[in-house]
């Protein structure tokens, strides 16, 4: 869902924008509505205003649907508008600061590639303080390096698929036939010739084409094989870890029992964040959804921001999701950040 433009919407002037950027800073610091008095405090240094003159451009800008004041509070606190704005016109995304950027670095890079996405979640919950999800590579565009099979007894094989990045997929077939160790190795050749190489997603169909044209002389090792190979792109296991969720009950958003249950219920519904992840996610570029922009109405006191990594050929997505009042710079940076060592440490898959 968009943010809805109030009817008189316009761009705003450099004060409104200077304003509403302190408005949104202070209350990503404080989480309490802003008044007049604390901004003309705040920017004394950099815009001298009085805090009558302060007041009436809050005023203009609450008009416009920027901000709004909560009950009977004469302080004003951001919109999903305010926010957006903020985010697109008005937030300094600058680098980390190096000893933290070199930590995740060199904490990732000597993970072992078995427990890389469960780290590289913990620790982006620990930097961001917020709800960490990292997604495991979607490897319908991996590229298989190689087949293995290997018999595991008269009539069970485990078949090996090595795709690039050293993602491994495997598959266990049974057979009526006794098979026989000439006959594996020669549908294993097959395999290989044929598929090395290529994408695992167009595998199945080159496959069945192939099939087609040996009709009946098709061993029917190979038969087994295009029957089942559809199995190695179902997600197995885990397909996303999450960490950090202390971090969102630690924020005074959800110290309510009805906002507690609700990052419970999310923390435990991974269809949601793989859903929200799958709908967020650009390759190249980092997405900010905030409130009621996000598809899911239990999302609305929410802002989630997510990306892509690379792994080889092969695509993940990570994000956090946090209160609307948080830090979009350094949230921004952070995960651009994780994508892009994760990317180094999993290979890019560029030549």
Same mark, same amino acid.
């Not at 008009?63 to 508008?81: E, F, K, N, Q």
């Not at 590289?120 to 590229?143: D, N, T, W």
């Not at 990052?263 to 967020?280: M, S």
């Given at each position: ?5 109030? *009817? ?23 989480? =309490?509505?802003? @008044? ?11 815009? $001298? ?20 004041? $909560? ?6 606190? $951001?919109?999903?508008? @305010? ?41 982006? @919950? ?75 997603? *167009?595998?199945? =169909? ?13 061993? *029917? ?16 296991? =885990? ?5 950090? *969720? ?68 092969? =695509? ?36």
């Amino acid at each position: 869902m968009a943010v809805i433009l109030p *009817a008189d919407h316009r761009d705003l002037n450099e004060r409104e924008r200077v304003i509403l950027q302190a408005i949104v800073q202070l209350f990503v610091l404080h989480a =309490t509505p802003v @008044g007049s008095r604390v901004v003309s405090k705040y920017l004394e240094r950099t815009l $001298p205003l009085s805090a009558a003159t302060i007041r009436n451009t809050m005023s203009d800008l609450e008009a416009m649907g920027y901000i709004t004041h $909560p009950h009977t509070s004469a302080g004003r606190m $951001p919109t999903d508008l @305010g926010y957006r704005f903020y985010v697109d016109s008005l937030v300094d995304v600058s680098r980390l600061p190096a000893h933290e950027a070199e930590l995740v670095t060199s904490d990732l890079l000597a993970t072992p590639r078995e427990t890389v996405m469960r780290d590289a979640s913990r620790i982006l @919950g620990s930097l961001s303080r917020h709800l960490a999800m990292v997604q495991m590579p979607e490897i319908r565009r991996a590229i298989v390096q190689r087949v293995e099979m290997i018999r595991l007894s008269s009539d069970r094989l485990l078949v090996v698929i090595a795709l690039d990045s050293d993602i491994v997929r495997t598959l266990t077939l049974e057979t009526q036939d006794v098979i026989d160790q000439d006959s594996l190795d020669a549908v294993t050749r097959q395999l290989n010739e044929r598929i090395a190489g290529r994408p695992l997603d *167009a595998v199945e =169909t080159m496959l069945s084409d192939l099939l087609v044209s040996q009709a009946e002389s098709a061993p *029917a090792l190979l038969r087994l094989f295009v029957d089942q190979v559809g199995n190695l792109l179902i997600p197995q296991n =885990t397909t996303v870890h999450i960490s950090g *969720a202390q971090n969102l009950i630690a924020q005074p958003e959800f110290e309510a029992p009805e906002r507690l249950r609700s990052v419970i219920e999310l923390v435990e519904n991974e269809d949601v964040i793989v859903h929200l992840l799958g709908t967020a996610t650009e390759v190249g570029r980092v997405s900010v959804q905030i409130g009621n922009e996000i598809s899911d109405e239990a999302m609305r006191d929410y802002s989630l921001i997510a990306t892509t990594y690379r792994a080889g050929h092969a =695509t993940g997505s990570l994000g956090i999701i946090g209160p609307r009042r948080m830090d979009y710079g350094r949230m921004i940076a952070i995960v651009q950040l994780m994508s892009n060592v994760l990317t180094r440490t999993l290979g890019d898959g560029t030549p």
